[in-house]
C-alpha cells in the first residue's frame, strides 16, 4: 500500500507536534518531580503516556503502523522544543507552581486559624472556664 506525499508530510508534522506536545509535558512533569519528590512514578507516569501517544499516532495518523521517519520526527519536535522553548516555558511552569502553592499554604492556613477558633468556642462552650 502506498502513502502520497502530501499524507506523508502529514504524518510528519503530525509527529513533529507529538514531540513538541511531549516535551511541555516533560516539562510539566520536571516541575512537579522537583516541588513533590516523586520522581520515580512521575517518570514512570511521563513514559506510559508517551508509549500510549506513540501507539495511537500509529494505530491514527500512521494507518496501523508507526513509520521509522514517524518516530525520528517526534523525537525531533522533542528535541527542538527542549532546545527553543524549554526555558521559557519551565520559567513558566516554576512561576505558576509557586502561585499555586501559596494560594494552598494561605487558604489551608485560614482553616487551621478557623479550627482553632471553632475548638477554642466549644471548648469553653462544652467545660465552661477551667
Not at 39 to 47: E, K
Not at 87 to 99: D, M, P, V
Not at 105 to 115: D, W
Request: hydrophobic share 60%; aromatic share 14%.
Amino acid at each position: 500500500m502506498e502513502l502520497s506525499v502530501k499524507y506523508q508530510l502529514f504524518q510528519l508534522a503530525c509527529s513533529c507536534l507529538v514531540g513538541l506536545a511531549a516535551g511541555v509535558i516533560y516539562d510539566f512533569f520536571r516541575v512537579l518531580r522537583r516541588r513533590l519528590k516523586a520522581a520515580a512514578m512521575l517518570d514512570g507516569l511521563f513514559w506510559l503516556a508517551m508509549l500510549l501517544t506513540l501507539f495511537t499516532l500509529g494505530m491514527d495518523i500512521g494507518e496501523g503502523s508507526l513509520h521509522i521517519f514517524m518516530l525520528a520526527f517526534t523525537v525531533l519536535g522533542f528535541a527542538s522544543y527542549m532546545i527553543l522553548f524549554s526555558s521559557a516555558i519551565l520559567t513558566l511552569f516554576n512561576k505558576i507552581a509557586e502561585l499555586v502553592e501559596k494560594t494552598v499554604a494561605g487558604i489551608c492556613e485560614i482553616i487551621g486559624k478557623c479550627i482553632v477558633n471553632t475548638v477554642k468556642h466549644f471548648s469553653f462552650f462544652f467545660f465552661g472556664n477551667i
